[in-house]
């Protein structure tokens, strides 16, 4: 059965490759408005439930993967910062504190009758982050590994890695990056005997 990656994410593709070798992509384009809460797990959930859902309407017969990732810093919702200078800002007020990854991913499925059988997961991570310096922060704002990335944050950059106060598992960082594999790879068998 074909898998959809209702996503543009550079990240969450090479992820994905980990656990499936061949699926299309099909990003979605439209914006998305939703009602904004403080739960931020029900945000991402929410997001990842419009974009797989949006896709499969449009891409009957094969299964949609749709994910969303936000950063959660002092009870906030981050996501992505759209230039260096909101990157700057992010990263001076991530300094010191205790961070909460959120993605969700659906899985979504269209026989292009009846309702769509959607899915939806959720996980969390968190860390702490070292108090970072002016030095820091200019000399990681240079690699541009915050581009398109939630809260500013390349989990998997080496550099970055040095701000955290503890290493993290691989999963960890999966869920910091947009897709946590494993559990993908374990839902999406599940969900393919839903299909049958």
Known sequence: MDI?????????????KKVIKKFEIFPNTAKIRIKQTKNVS??????????????CL???????????TLIEIAKEAVG???????????????????????TSFCLAYFKGQDRPIIKCFSYRSQAKIKKL????????????????RAAAIDIF????????????TNKEKEIFAGL???E?????????????
């Open 4 to 16: 959809v990656l209702a996503s543009a994410s550079e990240e969450r593709k090479n992820l994905l």
């Open 42 to 55: 029900k945000l991402t959930r929410d997001l990842a439930y419009f974009k797989a859902l949006r896709i």
């Open 58 to 68: 449009r891409k009957p017969q094969k299964i949609i993967l749709g994910a969303d």
């Open 80 to 102: 992505k910062p759209k230039n260096k200078s909101q990157a700057k800002q992010i990263l001076n007020f991530l300094s010191d504190k205790k961070i909460k990854a959120h």
């Open 133 to 148: 310096t002016k030095k820091d922060i200019e000399k990681y704002l240079k690699t541009n590994k915050w581009k398109n």
């Open 157 to 168: 950059d080496k550099l970055f890695t040095k701000f955290l106060e503890r290493k993290l």
């Open 180 to 182: 946590p594999t494993n």
């Open 184 to 196: 993908v790879k374990k839902k999406l068998k599940e969900f393919k005997k839903i299909l049958k």
